[in-house]
């Protein structure tokens, strides 16, 4: 059997990029050691939706400069697949986000993982365990 496809969502990829100062030392090692652990064992996928949204919080948050925007980009690109949104994802979204309850970005999120026929989606933001279409399952890796 081949190893699952896992799309990672971006709040685990800022877990492996950043620091949080707020959190406590001990959890904020426990959940970075997790998401980087899990970013290294995994047949990993994202959207072009996850590297917007962590590219967007690095240089919000962390101070990131262009260069280092520009390599966390590439790094993407050269690390994992990445899926690009699309008319059919964006419709389908629209038709998860009705049925599931999701957020306008996590419908987005849910159908770019279908459309590559994902096994899981890893996510620390919805709703651990949630079978989605009898296809993919959500579990929060950081818990």
Same mark, same amino acid.
């Given at each position: 059997?081949?190893?699952?496809? $896992?799309? %990672?969502?971006?709040?685990?990829?800022?877990?492996?990029?950043? %620091?949080?100062?707020? !959190?406590?030392? !001990?959890?904020?090692?426990?959940?970075? &050691?997790?998401?980087?652990?899990?970013?290294?064992?995994?047949?990993?996928? =994202?959207? &072009?939706?996850?590297?917007?949204?962590? $590219?967007?919080?690095?240089?919000?948050?962390?101070?990131? &400069?262009?260069?280092?925007?520009?390599?966390?980009?590439?790094?993407?690109?050269?690390?994992?697949? =990445?899926?690009?949104?699309?008319?059919?994802?964006?419709?389908? /979204?629209?038709?998860?986000? &009705?049925?599931?309850?999701?957020?306008?970005?996590? /419908?987005?999120?849910?159908?770019?993982?279908?459309?590559?026929?994902?096994?899981?989606?890893?996510?620390?933001?919805?709703?651990?365990?949630?079978?989605?279409?009898?296809?993919?399952?959500? %579990?929060?890796?950081?818990?």
């Amino acid at each position: 059997m081949s190893e699952p496809l $896992c799309f %990672i969502d971006s709040n685990v990829w800022l877990y492996h990029l950043m %620091i949080d100062s707020t !959190a406590s030392s !001990a959890l904020e090692t426990r959940k970075r &050691t997790l998401a980087i652990n899990l970013i290294n064992d995994v047949n990993g996928i =994202v959207s &072009t939706q996850v590297i917007n949204e962590v $590219c967007s919080v690095l240089k919000r948050k962390a101070a990131f &400069t262009e260069l280092q925007i520009k390599q966390v980009i590439e790094s993407f690109y050269n690390r994992v697949a =990445v899926v690009e949104l699309d008319r059919q994802i964006l419709i389908h /979204g629209t038709q998860l986000r &009705t049925r599931y309850g999701f957020s306008f970005w996590d /419908g987005l999120i849910v159908a770019s993982a279908l459309s590559v026929n994902a096994d899981i989606i890893y996510s620390e933001d919805m709703q651990d365990s949630l079978l989605i279409e009898g296809k993919i399952t959500i %579990i929060n890796p950081l818990k």
